[in-house]
């Protein structure tokens, strides 16, 4: 290598370093996670071989891999051309014949640049879901490298997190097996998208294993706790509430016995996991986020902890439309837990601090005075750009939310969680929204909520319900309101579950009148009123007793509840028992088909209120919205 590479390589990994660098600062070092992976992927692209090589990967995993592994960590391992799987753009650069090399030599005299583009790769690398339309996509662009003579290339399939025989079986089918030189795995499970949140991003969990049957994304969950112990110490006490949170709990008891003596000793930093399934609370989804951060993912839509902003915002942003929301912005972290009431007020203020700070280049006189500011000047200047790209992000969130119709979804919204019975009942809103044909995930949003808060709908409303929403959006949705009902969101009255959610309510203390939003005393403060179930219930366990507390309300929730205990090996023991460094215990909670950010934001004051640390691990981050759209079915209406 030579010394400006060199030198290049080094400013890449420290700024790669410093970007990264709040991952270390929460109650676990979750970079340990994130430096793991980054090892994984670039041993599984150098074990290819030399020379340049293509990355295909799966649009899915996008997001995902750069939380990891920046482009230019990529690039220094070889990879010079990335394309998507199954991009139209791929597939024409795969029927390009190659260029001859007479041809590229006298390319490369006129033009160096042109001629690293045109150069053949011989090392194709595809990184994918285990997935069988997924599969179909490379089978055909492993077959049209072929059809074009391209027959030195090597292929290479890389799973992410999981192999399958499924994926295989597929390429056998397509008859390009044989010509795949290897089959690996990237176990990318649990990524670090805060130093206190991590998701395993699969964006359909719920929907495999809530509808489908499919126990896969479990397997998925078990593994990703494995190797949380192997990095951060046996969890001495598993709890949890649900179908889900008994599979996995399972599962992973059944990995570690299978470990035998091979089980990691290294010092234990997280107390106890709680595992919630997420139809154990799908009232607080459905309700709309009153947070800052809750309120920009209803609106814009966080993805993989990034924000996509449209140019109305970005107008004097000189185009930064792709913006990372975590704690290395200090502003956000300010805000980003705090009711969006009291958040222009908040921004106002930082926006005279930071002016007040720039007139004190005025008052200096001394050259020590002039070294002082200017040593302010590099955060002064990025506090800056933070304050104004805040402030048009909330002014977009305002004209939402001044919207009648917004006040008048959440009036519906707090109706419903009240408690009062509406399962007898036609909700004249949604009714209207309906008829004015409403983004259909809008209107089944409210729909949901008013079945979940009722114990179901009486069979006469159910059935008006359900016609009214065929006749105005088409009858391809029927198969779609048969997943609402299958996964509990949208079904009949149950007899047995008609007042499981007041009895919830009022043990609990979901709904909370008076809610301060400026200086909140209590969770309810993320919903204006509404504290989240699954929250209290997190709440109940850290008490004194714990569950056994609630028993009787457990038993109103779907699904088992789980009370184990991991026996810590010998020197973990003494370890854990005579650790001096006195901390706030740590809890693992994981949220199995979802988790809201207006849940991370109660759980955030919870554990300032409770000087506990929480570490929050999920399938996936989701609104209402999202968490609908991934149970519905995008069926061809042949009748239009």
């Known amino acids: 290598m030579s010394a400006l590479a060199a030198k290049k390589a080094a400013m890449a990994a420290a700024a790669a370093a410093a970007a990264t660098a709040h991952l270390k600062n929460g109650a676990i070092n979750v970079e340990a996670l994130r430096d793991a992976a980054r090892r994984q992927i670039t041993n599984l692209i150098d074990a290819t071989g030399t020379g340049k090589k ?11 891999l750069g939380l ?33 090399l007479k041809e590229l030599q006298e390319l490369r005299q006129r033009d160096p640049k042109e001629a690293d583009a045109r150069t053949p790769l011989r090392t194709v690398i595809y990184l994918t879901r285990p997935r ?39 390429l056998q089918e397509e008859g390009v097996y044989g010509d795949i030189t290897t089959f690996e795995e990237f ?15 699969l964006g359909s969990s719920l929907r495999e294993f809530a509808l489908d049957g499919d126990r896969t994304p479990l397997f998925y969950v078990a593994r ?75 609106v814009f839509g966080i993805t993989n902890g990034i924000l996509h902003l449209p140019p109305e915002v ?55 005075q002039i070294k002082d ?19 048009n992000v909330a002014e977009q969130i305002m004209l939402r939310t001044k919207a009648g119709s917004f006040f008048k979804n959440l009036e519906v919204e707090q109706t419903f969680t009240a408690g009062a019975d509406h399962s007898n009942t036609v909700n004249e809103h949604i009714e209207e929204l309906i008829n004015r044909q409403e983004p259909l995930a809008e209107v089944l949003r409210l729909l949901c909520l008013q079945s979940v808060t009722s114990g179901g709908l009486r069979k006469t409303v159910f059935e008006q319900y359900r016609r009214d929403l065929v006749q105005a959006y088409g009858y391809q949705h029927l198969v779609t309101l048969n997943n609402l009902e299958k996964v509990g969101l949208l079904r009949r009255q149950d007899p047995a579950q008609k007042g499981a959610y007041n009895a919830l309510r009022k043990s609990l203390r979901l709904i909370v009148d008076d809610v301060n939003e400026e200086t909140p005393e209590d969770i309810a403060y993320v919903h204006s009123g509404y504290a989240p179930l699954s929250v209290r219930l997190i709440e109940q366990a850290l008490r004194p007793g714990g569950w056994r507390n609630v028993e009787e309300l457990l038993q109103l929730l779907p699904g088992p509840t789980v009370d184990e205990r991991q026996e810590l090996p010998a020197g973990v023991k003494k370890k854990f028992a005579a650790g001096v460094e006195v901390r706030n215990p740590v809890t693992l909670v994981f949220f199995l088909g979802g988790c809201t950010f207006a849940e991370l934001a109660a759980l955030r004051f919870m554990g300032r209120q409770l000087n506990q640390d929480f570490v929050v691990a999920t399938t996936k981050l989701i609104n209402g919205t999202t968490m609908l759209q991934s149970l519905m079915d995008d069926v061809e209406n042949n009748l239009c």
């Open 54 to 64: 293509m990355l295909v990967i799966d649009e899915s995993l996008v997001g995902v």
């Open 68 to 100: 990891v592994a920046e482009y230019d960590l990529l690039v220094d391992h070889g990879v010079s051309k990335f394309f998507h799987l199954g991009s139209d753009v791929l597939q024409q650069v795969t029927q390009r014949a190659d260029i001859d």
């Open 132 to 170: 069988s339309g997924l599969m179909r996509h490379i089978a055909s662009n492993v077959s049209e490298h072929i059809k074009a003579g391209k027959t030195d290339r090597e292929f290479h399939v890389f799973f992410v997190p999981r192999r399958t025989r499924v994926c295989e079986r597929v």
């Open 187 to 201: 176990q990318l499970d649990v990524v670090p998208f805060d130093n206190d949140v991590m998701s395993l991003e």
């Open 224 to 298: 990703a706790l494995m190797k949380l112990q192997a990095t951060f110490g046996m969890i001495p006490t598993i709890l949890g509430k649900g179908f889900s949170a008994r599979h996995v709990t399972d599962m992973l008891l059944r990995m570690r016995r299978e470990l035998g003596a091979d089980e990691p000793t290294c010092a234990t930093e997280i107390d106890q996991v709680i595992l919630l399934d997420r139809d154990v609370d799908f009232v607080s989804p459905l309700c709309t986020q009153l947070t800052y951060e809750g309120l920009v993912d209803e």
């Open 314 to 368: 970005t107008g004097d942003l000189h185009g930064a439309d792709k913006v990372a929301l975590n704690s290395a912005d200090k502003l956000y972290v300010d805000i980003r837990t705090r009711n969006f009431a009291v958040v222009g007020p908040l921004l106002n203020q930082r926006a005279k601090k930071i002016s007040a700070t720039y007139e004190e280049r005025h008052d200096a006189k001394s050259v020590g």
């Open 373 to 391: 500011f200017i040593s302010k000047l590099g955060g002064l200047q990025a506090e800056h750009a933070s304050l104004r790209l805040h402030t």
